[in-house]
């Protein structure tokens, strides 16, 4: 079984950089997708980008496309989640996932969830 905690949040002002992290123990070898998503209060929780192991590739959302960066290390069994040119927008709950199967990832399947760090950007 899959736990994950994430670090990383903060408060910074609008241009400002926050490097998230989302560590994993336990049998890491099941999830072959993970994702990050975000939450504001009253509103529905929206991805932000996911990765699939088995393929390398991550997909990004258009609203953090080219601010954002997914990274891994491996051998700590860590994601990050690199945040430069924040906006006031990004201001949200930011929670790591994982997910089985690519397919699962695709359909928002993730059945392991991260407790969540808060980002506030002003």
């Known amino acids: 079984h899959v736990q994950l905690v994430e670090s990383g949040g903060g408060s910074v002002q609008a241009g400002g950089s926050l490097r998230l992290s989302c560590t994993a123990s336990?049998?890491?070898?099941?999830?072959?997708?993970m994702g990050w998503f975000r939450q504001v209060p009253g509103k529905e929780r929206e991805g932000v980008t996911r990765?699939?192991?088995?393929?390398?590739?991550?997909i990004y959302e258009d609203y953090v496309k080219g601010r954002f960066t997914f990274s891994q290390d491996v051998a700590k069994n860590t994601m990050y989640l690199h945040m430069n040119n924040l906006k006031p927008e990004d201001t949200a709950m930011y929670y790591c996932?994982?997910?089985?199967?690519?397919?699962?990832?695709?359909?928002?399947?993730?059945?392991?969830w991260g407790q969540g760090t808060q980002v506030t950007v002003s």
């Open positions: 336990g049998d890491t070898s099941t999830s072959n997708c």
């Open positions: 996932a994982a997910a089985r199967w690519a397919i699962d990832c695709i359909e928002g399947r993730y059945d392991v």
């Open positions: 990765f699939y192991s088995s393929s390398g590739n991550t």
